[in-house]
């Protein structure tokens, strides 16, 4: 079985950046809407990873 | 609330209806296919995740925890935006194995319908909180909309009520939904587009009270910033989620969104195309974003408008804080849609996998012969149906009022918690087996109900999610550890089946699942249909198998054994999706069960090559490169010069190269899974023929040419034939090379005969001669007995060259055509005799003294000028080897049942052993320069292999002196039939052949 390296690479960033980005994201409450900020630009980069392979295979 | 129960119940009626027509005309073709099968319909359809959890549930979660409500959607996305890890692999299996359910899967991987029964009974079990969750929620909403209830039931509340008679309304159009194509249950577009809209509906609701929280509460996102500042508290920071019990609500999540059976029938039952679940990958998560984002927002704003309702019904209170109907309404809405989507659609999931490994196992054997089957399970669906929807309530109604919707939210999902070791093990673990999986799952379920359920059910807790402890996720995290132990030490343990070996083969992200060449049966499409019929019934089996004759488009006349496997194959997955795995294979083994296996595990690779070629350019890494290689090698072999085929040991053609479909204008597509024997009759012979030839052996045949084609001459090359090895045929098309051949087989006879003119002359000149004496003495004869001796000698001298011309003429006419070998009983010695002739005709040859030892009456079966053709040749050459005056004997032997070797004996110099394995290669001579074509030898060696025969050359020879050639042929000998006159077995044979 072959990883995605995308996803190798996502997981990598994940571990290292997690805390500052949860810092971050519940510095301030007033800035509720900053992991929904967070949650896009992930949908966004598991879209670009995605966007030129196909992995139909039926 | 300005509501009245009724007015209520009527907007349910109205919203259901709508979401029915939407699913009706969705099946009907009115909704464009292309909105249907759309990726982001898919995507929506499985927005069903968030039923009323989603709608209501979360407010609480978010009034208890802030943020941590988003673990809820987290959960949920991380299992899509992983969809490659496990998804992507189940929706493979699902769809190849037409797998509608978790029941389906781990029935499929584990190869026995107990596993399939303990599935869905568990499932039934834990889903029980769900179906509870989403009735309160519709139950409750009323309640607060209408601010009262219907006094139904004796002794009941007035929510039990409401909540019986929305259970009513849900069960007739789950039963209208689901149970209209009896036939594929597992595969309804209406649905999808239905529950899709809903989804959008429920998105839009939710985003509608966004906005009025915010413009009408807050005036804005800068007052919700203001309200925040000051009501910090509210934003449930104090209060935070412990940390183990934060990642065991992920976990939770995490594996409702593959193993909630809802959400299994909509990611995998009812893809359309498995493409869009890489849309899915990343469209449910933003969907699911879109759809967290106003749950803050219309908490605080419930709150800040100060609403009464509990924080479930955040939304309901906004519009009766706000004074605003709609408000509440359109809140309303969305509970309904949410929670009305899950009702069908697990109801639905839930009734197949009851029907499959709870009813039919018992009724199928007794209904097998029933045309009826159809009907029998439509009713039985929705009978099903209506009993789990009740179950549903019966639970609710038992449960009270103690709990609140989180609570019977996380009750359900750490009950589907313990199927998420065996889903994973489905596909990354083969050495799993069923007593594992059953022993983990008993233990863990176990655990989960005397830990969780059942102080829920006693009502001995004051909440469980609301203690802001972590003793709850101690306790679902126990049950899962549990069953995993169990699970893991019950598969190493105890040994797995051969068919649950093969199973999780066919599972195994690792290790391809291969297909194999078995025999059936059955030597045709149209007899799927008697042997089915004796499983489900005529009319049944008949429809099943059109069916997967359409999807594969096939003919109901296909014989070939690959199709007919491929046959058997779609047949059970399509059964499978009926009546799930277990029973399809049961009845799919019964009524058409494999014969033998050929030796060595011969592979189906047609069908492994068709698998390889659909995934194409998906390969990375090793698997690309070896990917690479295969279609470097596979082109190689296409575009080969010669034709090649490759026959499997039971005869199935297994490669057909352009080649030789071009050769025999048959398609690889149609040669490629057949057996050789069902190749049109003049091939099929031909391939006989080569297959049992010696091996290694070159066979030369000509084909006849069909209308007004010419014929065509090819070779054949088999190789040797072992046990468990495929054969290798190399078919050429020598047509070309055959015309040219005979071409110069002329050539060379016109330019022998050039040769001979000299002679010639001087043979007919001497008798012309003679004649011309004769007829002047003739003239000044007067006596009759004179005159008629000089009459007698004149036919001698014009009798001579009548021989010489005829036999010019002969020589000549030889072979003018290509492929005409025509072999016959010929005469030996009568023939050599001719060569003799002919060739004492050059005067230029060096004089030599040819002796003809053949017995006069040796036959031997050839074509007669073409055997003088080649006694020409040797005898001429042995000439001109020979010294002046030499020798050049041809003498025959006959075995008792071999052939006829004749040789041809010179006393010449002889040729040199190296040059001995050239003497057959075209244009090799030892000859000086312009006086051999080199021609000559390869000319006989054809010859001699079109007649059968064969020729070898010794040098020097064994009675020819030191340095002399021995040239022999061997031919096949022909006998007089002693009581006929004419020629008797292989000679008469051979001949008309």
């Not at chain 2, 009520?161 to 209406?190: D, H, K, Q, S, Y």
């Amino acid at each position: 079985m072959y990883l995605d390296r995308g996803l190798l690479l996502a997981v990598a960033l994940t571990v290292i950046l997690f805390p500052g980005i949860e810092r971050w994201m519940f510095a301030d409450p007033v800035h509720w809407y900053r992991p929904f900020i967070v949650g896009a630009a992930v949908i966004a980069g598991v879209y670009w990873n995605q966007r030129r392979r196909d992995f139909d295979e039926l | 609330m300005s509501f009245s129960p009724d007015q209520v119940l009527l907007a349910i009626v109205a919203y259901l209806s709508v979401l029915f027509l939407v699913g009706y005309f969705g099946d009907r073709g009115a909704i464009p296919r292309r909105v249907v099968e759309h990726p982001a319909t898919y995507v929506l359809s499985l927005g069903v995740i968030g039923g009323g959890m989603a709608s209501n549930g979360v407010f609480t979660l978010a009034a208890l925890y802030g943020h941590h409500y988003l673990l809820y959607y987290l959960g949920i996305a991380l299992m899509f935006l992983l969809a490659v890890l496990l998804l992507r692999p189940l929706l493979r299996l699902c769809r190849v194995h037409q797998l509608a359910s978790l029941a389906d899967l781990l029935a499929f991987r584990f190869r026995s319908p107990w596993v399939g029964a303990a599935v869905t009974l568990a499932m039934c079990a834990t889903l029980l909180p769900l179906l509870a969750l989403q009735i309160r929620t519709v139950a409750d909403s009323i309640h607060h909309l209408a601010g009262g209830g219907l006094d139904l039931l004796p002794g009941g509340g007035p929510r039990d009520g409401l909540a019986l008679l929305f259970c009513v309304i849900i069960t007739v159009f789950t039963i209208l939904f689901g149970t209209r194509n009896a036939a594929n249950p597992n595969r309804n577009p209406g649905l999808v587009a239905a529950i899709a809209f809903e989804s959008l509906v429920k998105l839009g609701a939710l985003t509608l009270l966004m906005a009025v929280a915010v413009g009408e509460v807050f005036d804005g996102f800068d007052g919700l910033e203001r309200w925040l500042l000051a009501h910090h508290a509210s934003l449930g920071g104090d209060a935070p989620l412990p940390a183990g019990a934060a990642r065991l609500l992920l976990l939770l999540f995490f594996a409702g969104a593959v193993c909630m059976p809802h959400v299994f029938h909509m990611a995998f039952a009812e893809n359309s195309d498995s493409r869009h679940l890489r849309a899915a990958s990343w469209g449910l998560p933003l969907y699911l974003l879109l759809l967290a984002l106003p749950v803050l927002p219309v908490t605080w704003g419930a709150v800040a408008a100060g609403s009464t309702f509990p924080a479930s019904f955040a939304g309901l209170g906004l519009g009766a804080a706000l004074g605003a109907p709609w408000v509440s309404g359109v809140a309303f809405v969305a509970g309904l849609s949410a929670a009305s989507a899950v009702i069908v659609v697990a109801t639905l999931a839930l009734a197949n996998m009851c029907l499959n490994y709870l009813v039919l196992p018992n009724r199928l054997l007794r209904a097998a012969g029933d045309s009826g089957l159809y009907r029998q399970l439509k009713w039985l669906r929705r009978s099903l149906i209506t009993a789990l929807i009740l179950g549903g309530y019966a639970f609710f109604a038992f449960l009270g009022n103690g709990q609140s919707l989180p609570e019977l939210g996380f009750l359900a999902f750490s009950g589907t918690l313990q199927f998420l070791p065996a889903v994973i093990a489905t596909p990354y673990w083969p050495r799993a087996n069923r007593i594992g999986l059953l022993a983990g799952l008993a233990l863990g379920l176990a655990i989960w109900f005397l830990a969780l359920v059942l102080p829920v059910l006693s009502n001995n807790t004051a909440g469980i999610i609301a203690s802001h402890s972590d003793d709850w996720a101690l306790r679902c995290t126990l049950a899962l550890l549990a069953n995993c132990a169990a699970f893991i030490v019950g598969s190493l343990l105890t040994r797995r089946s051969r068919e649950e070996t093969v199973a999780a083969e066919i599972c195994s992200m690792d290790s391809g699942s291969r297909p194999h060449r078995r025999t059936l049966p059955v030597n045709a499409a149209a007899d799927f249909v008697p042997a089915l019929a004796r499983g489900l019934g005529e009319d049944t089996a008949r429809t099943e198998v059109d069916r997967a004759l359409r999807e594969l488009r096939f003919d109901r006349g296909e014989s070939r054994p690959y199709a007919l496997r491929h046959l058997r194959s779609r047949i059970e997955a399509n059964l499978s999706g009926m009546l799930g795995p277990a029973l399809a294979l049961e009845i799919v083994d019964r009524c058409l069960p494999y014969g033998k296996s050929y030796p060595g595990e011969a592979g189906d690779f047609t069908l492994l090559e068709q698998r390889l070629e659909k995934a194409a350019g998906r390969f990375t890494g090793l698997a690309a490169d070896l990917d690479y290689l295969r279609r470097h090698y596979r082109q190689t072999l296409e575009a080969l010069p010669v034709g090649l085929c490759s026959l499997g040991v039971d005869g199935e053609v297994l490669l057909w190269n352009q080649s030789l479909a071009d050769l025999t204008g048959i398609p690889a597509g149609e040669a490629i899974g057949a057996r050789w024997t069902a190749l049109p009759g003049a091939w099929q012979a031909v391939f006989a023929e080569a297959l049992e030839a010696e091996p290694n052996s070159l066979l030369k045949r000509e084909l006849p040419g069909s209308g007004p084609a010419a014929p065509r001459w090819i070779t054949l090359h088999c190789s040797a034939p072992t046990e468990d090895a495929d054969r290798l045929l190399l078919v050429e098309d020598i047509t070309d090379y055959q015309l040219l051949q005979d071409e110069v087989l002329h050539n060379e006879r016109l330019a022998s005969i050039g040769r001979l003119a000299a002679g010639v002359a001087h043979e007919i000149g001497n008798p012309i001669t003679g004649i011309a004496c004769l007829a002047q003495n003739l003239a000044a004869s007067c006596d009759p007995a004179e005159v008629r001796e000089t009459a007698d000698d004149i036919l001698t001298q014009t009798g001579r060259i009548s021989r010489i011309v005829e036999s010019l003429v002969n020589f000549s006419h030889l072979g003018s055509g290509a492929g005409d070998t025509r072999v016959e009983p010929c005469n030996l010695a009568d023939c050599v005799d001719e060569a003799i002739s002919l060739l004492s005709l050059d005067r230029d040859a060096r004089p030599v003294s040819f002796v003809n030892d053949c017995p006069r009456d040796t036959l031997v079966l050839a074509d007669c000028q073409r055997l003088l053709q080649v006694f020409i040749n040797l005898l001429g050459n042995a000439r001109d080897a020979s010294a002046d005056g030499a020798a050049v004997t041809v003498s025959a032997a006959t075995g008792e049942s071999g052939p006829v070797e004749v040789h041809v004996d010179d006393c010449g110099h002889g040729i040199a052993p190296e040059l001995l394995p050239r003497v057959f290669e075209p244009f090799f001579t030892t000859k000086d320069p312009g006086k051999g074509t080199g021609l000559g030898l390869p000319l006989v060696y054809s010859i001699l292999e079109d007649m059968g025969g064969s020729v070898r050359i010794e040098s020097p020879g064994p009675t020819a002196g030191a340095s002399g050639t021995r040239v022999t042929l061997a031919l096949r000998a022909a006998c007089y039939d002693p009581a006929f006159t004419g020629l008797a077995g292989e000679s008469a044979g051979a001949a008309a052949g």
